[in-house]
């Protein structure tokens, strides 16, 4: 089951401790949704603070990925379903966090699998 967020904004872009990876914070809260991503600065370089973007997230390889801003493939370490939904995982060694306050059970099911796919348009 596809997650769509269409109506998310960057929150910030935060340098981290370290050099070179920025941390992008994602929010929709007609959604309840919150997703933090550790990028590095090539990658967040097309992403600006205020920016009105759709997140889609997907089991399955995204359709219209390669047109989008970003687009990753994830690996899934943690699903907790209390009060809500929220997913801990990697892209290419960096953290992500999703988090949905009220996820339906199909919505959950898109992490039963070890790998999600994401894309920021």
Same mark, same amino acid.
Request: charged share 25%; aromatic share 4%.
């Given at each position: ?19 070179r990876l920025?941390?992008?914070k994602v ?38 990925? +390669? ?5 990753? +493939?994830? *690996?899934?370490?943690?699903?907790? +379903?209390?009060?809500?939904?929220e997913v ?10 999703? *988090? ?5 059970? *199909? ?6 699998? +070890? ?7």
């Amino acid at each position: 089951m596809v997650i769509r967020l269409k109506t998310a904004v960057i929150d910030s872009i935060e340098e981290t401790e370290t050099r070179r990876l920025k941390l992008l914070k994602v929010s929709s809260k007609s959604d309840g949704a919150k997703l933090t991503l550790e990028l590095p600065d090539a990658l967040s370089d097309t992403l600006n603070t205020n920016d009105a973007i759709t997140v889609v997230i997907d089991s399955k390889p995204i359709t219209k990925g +390669e047109q989008s801003k970003l687009y990753v +493939e994830s *690996t899934v370490f943690k699903k907790l +379903e209390r009060n809500g939904l929220e997913v801990v995982g990697s892209v290419g060694g960096l953290r992500l966090v999703f *988090t949905l306050a009220k996820p339906t059970p *199909t919505q959950a099911s898109t992490f039963s699998s +070890e790998r999600f796919f994401l894309a920021i348009l």
